[in-house]
């Protein structure tokens, strides 16, 4: 086992969790249990409907890269020793990477892929503690770069790469605040080779931290994107959908005019999430598939 990595079976998380014979802080088991429980701030939970993936077949639990020296928390799923996997980075909601998104990655991993997800938020905090999403997005969220961003899930390719992972098949999938972290990763990455985004905003307010958006970025698309988005999102209009198509449609970018869209009627934001009750089974099972269809159709 390499040196930078940190595997806890789910139990030993659970009794982290509780400070149970660990000697740990409260805080410190929080960070321990990677992966365990789900987001308080996303209440409230409709728990009973969510997918439970199980471990069977399959290395899982929290690894350690090292991006720069800092020492970044990562969820790691993938098939019991096996080798020259490809790569999928799933990319985590405002709730940061919680029972839901572990269990998106054992999904994968039962696949036959090495999927990670990082915690994207570590440096600015833990997103765990927050009791809502105004107070988590504010205080926590809205400070994370998108330049961060980037270079953190660079070094999740090349930590995979190190450790089973085959850097050639390499894709991207993310949902909410990490659909639009996709669409950048596509015009950032040219070693990725296809992107699903799971309703991520495309346009906003440029900011020092936040400079570009999708809409601004289609002329840089090194990989084509898979866009699966709900007509009825309250929080995401079917206009900048369309605004997005145009400039698609309109590059002279051969990849941008490689990527699609797919919306579902009568279906708002957080269709995938099956822990909330915004789940809606019809079209987070047909995104899915599309999604496995998408990454297959384009090597990964």
């Known amino acids: 086992m390499p040196t930078n990595e940190l ?16 000697g740990l802080t409260r805080r410190t088991a929080v960070k321990a249990a990677l992966g365990v429980g789900y987001a308080a701030a996303a209440a409230p939970l409709m728990a009973q409907t969510a997918i439970k993936t199980s471990n069977e077949g399959l290395i899982a639990g929290e690894v350690i890269i ?12 993938a098939p019991s020793g096996k080798t020259n996997l490809p790569i999928i980075l799933v990319v985590q909601e405002i709730f940061g990477v919680h029972e839901y998104i572990a269990d998106t990655c054992r999904r994968f991993a039962k696949l036959g892929y090495m999927a990670i997800a990082a915690e994207l938020y570590q440096r600015q905090g833990d997103a765990s503690t927050y009791n809502n999403i105004a107070d988590l997005i504010r205080e926590l969220v809205d400070k994370v770069s998108d330049a961060q961003v980037m270079g953190d899930l660079d070094a999740c390719v090349a930590w995979a790469g190190n450790n089973g992972g085959d850097t050639k098949r390499l894709a991207i999938t993310g949902f909410c605040w990490g659909g639009r972290i996709t669409w950048l990763y596509a015009a950032h990455s040219k070693a990725v080779k296809a992107g699903v985004a799971w309703y991520g905003r495309l346009v906003g307010e440029p900011s020092s931290l936040f400079p570009k958006n999708p809409v601004d ?9 898979l866009g699966l988005y709900g007509r009825a999102d309250a929080g995401i ?8 198509q145009n400039k698609l449609e309109g590059s002279k970018n051969k990849i941008a005019k490689a990527c699609n869209f797919v919306t579902y009627e009568d279906t708002g934001h957080a269709f995938h999430a099956d822990y909330r009750a915004s789940y809606r089974k019809g079209p987070a099972e047909d995104g899915w598939a599309k999604a496995i269809e998408w990454f297959k159709q384009h090597g990964v």
């Open 7 to 22: 595997i806890m079976d789910t139990q030993s998380l659970l009794n982290a969790q509780a400070g149970e014979s660990h």
């Open 66 to 77: 090292d991006v720069g020296g800092f020492k970044m928390n990562a969820y790691r799923a």
């Open 217 to 225: 970025l289609v002329g840089s698309f090194h990989a084509p994107v």
């Open 237 to 244: 209009p079917m206009s900048s959908l369309a605004l997005m």
